[in-house]
């Protein structure tokens, strides 16, 4: 019983030391601030360029995140080679830059280790690539036919090669059968007729030892297009679409002798409303009306051509229902020529009125005004008669003897007495 008794006390005493212990380890770290796992902070690098050239120079941003709060953070930059060996070691803030040797190609390795000075260091890591050189070529057409002129243009982009000698040659599928050297950025090459199925453009650009190379393939034109269109830009809900639709051969293709057509408001598959048409020649014309509950915007229009395999999508607008003002005459909307009639009249009314006025000429120097007289115009005692204007020279006709009396010119407006 006794034994039994001091394990049964023994017992809440350890448990009651462990809580102790517990509180004491405990204690501190309330005090300090709960330290942050590895897991509560990231940072990424972000790269201004997945690539480089040789000579430039790499930019790079160290973005941090972390929780519950940001901290005062330390970075630490490394750039490492294409073997990982360390290019530069820096410590810096959260932006970086580093000067590329021109001499280096390969892959750079640019490491960004932040500590925030409360026990977390966390690492990010972002890879690019540096050539020495690139180049730019392309051609001034996407296809050709027999006996037309294909021009080349290019460039080189580098710190390396400043002032290149381009090597050029034009390859077909056997053999080369055109090359050349020039300090030019452009080239041209006549096809022949009849010409290959394909040609290669290559073009070097090199300087000493140094040169980069670009190369692009061109075809002879081939195929069919499916040409459509509209009489109208613009639809309304229940109007309907007109479109024409037409096939053209490209180079040496041959046309069928039937054709089958279908035109359908979205994807026909999907129970859209379609027309459809078979002809004997390429080219055909459809008709759609417009859904009445169909909403305002942009509508997928699709034209198939299944003999060809050929097929087009295009989009009208689809807007709501027309007022008077808004329909079209010649293209032009009715609102546009009222307004412009309306300007002309208002134009014509104060050119008028100008001229009525004696203002003269409209865009020419107004007439200086002459001198007003000595006073008022004395008449001869007999009536009727007229006297000259002050101020234009006309005459003007008195029907009264009345004297004195204000007249006024029918001419140039001026009033004068007359005693």
Same mark, same amino acid.
């Given at each position: ?45 972000? !790269? ?27 970075? @630490? ?81 580098? &710190? ?41 453009? &290559? ?30 830009s613009s639809y309304v809900p229940g109007e309907i679409i ?10 040496? @293709? ?62 009208v607008h689809i807007g709501t229902a027309s007022s008077g ?16 009639? !309306? ?77």
């Amino acid at each position: 019983m006794g034994f039994m008794s001091n394990v049964q006390l023994r017992r809440p005493l350890l448990v009651l030391l462990a809580m102790l212990v517990g509180l004491v380890l405990i204690v501190p770290v309330v005090r300090a601030g709960i330290a942050i796992g590895p897991e509560a902070m990231t940072v990424t690098v972000a !790269l201004d360029k997945a690539a480089y050239l040789s000579g430039d120079t790499a930019k790079a941003n160290a973005i941090v995140y972390r929780t519950p709060v940001p901290a005062n953070y330390t970075y @630490t930059w490394t750039v490492r080679d294409t073997f990982f060996r360390v290019l530069n070691t820096t410590a810096g803030g959260a932006t970086y830059s580093y000067p590329i040797p021109l001499n280096y190609t390969g892959r750079i390795t640019v490491d960004a280790r932040v500590d925030d000075g409360q026990g977390s260091i966390v690492t990010g890591r972002q890879t690019a690539s540096v050539v020495l050189a690139v180049m730019a070529l392309r051609l001034d057409r996407g296809e050709y036919n027999p006996g037309e002129t294909i021009t080349a243009s290019y460039s080189v982009a580098s &710190h390396v090669i400043q002032r290149p000698t381009y090597d050029y040659e034009v390859d077909d599928t056997a053999t080369i059968v055109l090359s050349g050297t020039t300090n030019q950025t452009s080239f041209s090459f006549a096809t022949p007729n009849p010409a290959s199925r394909l040609y290669a453009f &290559h073009v070097t650009a090199r300087e000493g030892a140094n040169s980069t190379s670009a190369s692009v393939s061109i075809n002879q034109a081939s195929g069919v297009f499916l040409g459509v269109s509209f009489d109208k830009s613009s639809y309304v809900p229940g109007e309907i679409i007109h479109a024409h639709l037409s096939v053209t051969p490209k180079g040496a @293709t041959a046309l069928p002798i039937q054709f089958s057509w279908t035109l359908s408001l979205g994807l026909a598959f999907a129970g859209a409303p379609t027309a459809s048409a078979i002809t004997t020649m390429p080219e055909t014309d459809l008709y759609l009306q417009v859904p009445q509950g169909l909403g305002t915007g942009d509508l997928l229009i699709v034209a198939t051509e299944s003999s060809t395999g050929t097929f087009q999508y295009q989009t009208v607008h689809i807007g709501t229902a027309s007022s008077g003002l808004s329909a079209e005459i010649g293209g032009v909307p009715i609102y546009a020529v009222v307004l412009g009639l !309306l300007f002309l009249l208002l134009l014509v009314a104060v050119l008028g009125l100008w001229r009525r006025t004696g203002g003269g000429s409209l865009f020419g120097p107004r007439a200086a005004r002459p001198p007003p007289g000595p006073g008022p115009v004395q008449a001869p005692a007999s009536a009727p008669m007229s006297i000259a204007c002050r101020r234009c020279g006309k005459p003007v006709e008195i029907t009264t003897s009345k004297r004195p009396i204000e007249v006024m010119c029918p001419s140039c407006g001026e009033t004068q007495v007359v005693t």
